[in-house]
């Protein structure tokens, strides 16, 4: 079967095919926009969806070498997101359903992020343990089967992507900071700064107060030094990238641990984080853990975590009307 993916829930237009549960195009045109104002604006972001959800998805048909008319169903992502971006995949995705008369697939966005492991090999065996770690959230899930996933933790406050992007705003680092503090942090001491870790119970998380120290050290530093942050900014971010790995790690632990479940995923764009990678990787070795870590471009948000979660659905024929909505909020 030839499925048409599409993503339109933030700030990346993506459309992706996927024959027979292989990825054959996988096409995101970013939102530049955005940068300037220091975060996700809806109302642009809702428009740019407008200008380029045609061309992505031509480009992403021409790229498979097959034409509209192959395509047997389209799975787009209903939620979670902004509402105003949703509508846009998902009317696209309606439209071209009823023009086809193919069958519609609806796809929850934070199932795709670790759907995405059924994208390429190694693929984990149920169930497994999936870290999820994007901009709009951070969970701990317990993933029993492709569509029956139970939510073990989350945070209380900020997400982690939140929490880089956030930092970065402190830093006066662009939208979205999460990969320049990445880049930084490599070249940056991690104990330079000691910063606190939050006393959350259980499998939750806060990332709120990490925000707010980071601030107060901050505006200490350059009292003493109006220089500090060119001087130092390697540093700043070396330990804060750290804490946020440290505090997303040690949860995990916890969660394995109560679980006694050894295949161990991270998802979301914050998965794409080196430090968080290779800490995760040291971690599997000592718990003789089987660890999956997406491939960068199925980190971010893209399409063929969508068409990949699409056509899981799709062997099941798990289809839905053309009364369906998006919705903004949608648990995992
Ligand atoms: P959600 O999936 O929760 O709805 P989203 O779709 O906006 O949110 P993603 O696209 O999955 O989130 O991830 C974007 C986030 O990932 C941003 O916060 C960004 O800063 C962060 N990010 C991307 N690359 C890195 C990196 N290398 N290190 C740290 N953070 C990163
Ligand atoms: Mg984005
Ligand atoms: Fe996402």
Redesign the pocket.
């Known amino acids: 079967a030839i499925i048409l993916g599409i993503e339109s829930?933030?700030?990346?237009t993506s459309a992706s095919i996927c024959i027979d549960g292989e990825i054959k195009s996988n096409i995101i045109a970013g939102q530049a926009i955005h940068s300037k104002y220091g975060g996700?604006v809806p109302e642009l972001a809702s428009r740019a969806h407008q200008q380029n959800i045609i061309p992505t998805v031509d480009q992403a048909i021409q790229q498979a070498k097959i034409t509209k008319k192959d395509v047997d169903a389209v799975a787009f992502t209903r939620g979670?997101?902004l509402l105003g971006s949703l509508l846009v995949g998902t009317s696209f995705a309606k439209s071209f359903a009823l023009a086809r008369q193919i069958p519609l697939i609806e796809v929850n966005?934070?199932q795709a992020?670790i759907l995405a492991h059924f994208i390429d090999d190694p693929k984990p065996n149920f169930p497994f343990l999936c870290l999820t770690v994007?901009?709009?959230?951070t969970q701990i899930v317990l993933v029993k089967d492709y569509f029956d996933m139970e939510l073990l933790g989350q945070t209380l406050d900020d997400?982690a992507?939140?929490a880089?992007?956030k930092t970065a705003k402190i830093l006066t680092l662009p939208y979205?900071?999460?990969?320049l503090?990445?880049k930084y942090a490599q070249l940056g001491d991690p104990n330079a700064f000691s910063l606190p870790e939050p006393q959350i119970t259980g499998l939750n998380f806060s990332f709120s107060g990490l925000k707010t120290a980071i601030l107060y050290l901050v505006q200490a530093k350059m009292k003493e030094n109006p220089q500090f942050l060119t001087q130092h900014l390697n540093d700043v971010c070396a330990s804060v990238q750290s804490r946020i790995v440290s505090v997303l790690l040690n949860k995990l632990k916890k969660a394995a641990k109560q679980t006694g479940v050894k295949d161990i995923a991270i998802a979301?764009?914050?998965s794409?984080?080196?430090g968080?990678r290779s800490a995760l990787i040291e971690m599997g070795e000592q718990y003789k853990w089987r660890v999956f870590i997406p491939k960068f471009e199925y980190?971010?948000?893209n399409a063929a975590m969508i068409a990949i979660a699409g056509y899981q659905k799709y062997l099941k024929q798990d289809f839905v009307g053309q009364d369906i909505t998006p919705l903004a909020r949608m648990h995992v």
Do not use: Q, R
């Open positions: 829930s933030c700030d990346e996700v979670p997101g966005h934070m992020h994007s901009g709009g959230h997400a992507g939140e880089f992007d979205p900071g999460g990969p503090i990445d979301g764009g914050v794409a984080n080196s968080l980190c971010t948000d």
